[in-house]
Nanobody
Framework: QVQLVESGGGLVQAGGSLRLSCAAS????????MAWYRQAPGNQREMVAT???????NYANSVKGRFTISRDNAKNTVYLQMNSLKPEDTNVYYC????????????WGQGTQVTVSS
């Protein structure tokens, strides 16, 4: 089992920045891909950014050039630096981890609210 705990959400004005963190605990050994997703009420959850254990990254077109995903494998933590925030970035942001091995699985955090005011 893996537990993911997000932090760093909040209220920010348009053009501002926030940094989200997600720490994995429990049995994080074997986690490969970690990612951030977001979801607004009534909408499907969408991928924001992913990062593999080797550091390969992928971004949604809507956040390229503004958001940066990174991870500290020693701390089992993934980060999302969000710059030049826009009101349309307002969402609940969820941390995701995929664990490989004998006991593989998909794990989600509880979500953290990001609100960008215009």
């Amino acid at each position: 089992q893996v537990q993911l705990v997000e932090s760093g959400g909040g209220l920010v004005q348009a053009g501002g920045s926030l940094r989200l963190s997600c720490a994995a605990s429990g049995r994080p050994s074997g986690i490969n891909t970690m990612a951030w997703y977001r979801q607004a009420p009534g909408n499907q959850r969408e991928m924001v950014a992913t990062i593999t254990s080797g550091g390969s990254t992928n971004y949604a077109n809507s956040v390229k050039g503004r958001f940066t995903i990174s991870r500290d494998n020693a701390k089992n933590t993934v980060y999302l630096q969000m710059n030049s925030l826009k009101p349309e970035d307002t969402n609940v942001y969820y941390c995701y981890a995929y664990k490989t091995g004998v006991v593989s699985g998909n794990y989600w955090g509880q979500g953290t609210q990001v609100t960008v005011s215009s």
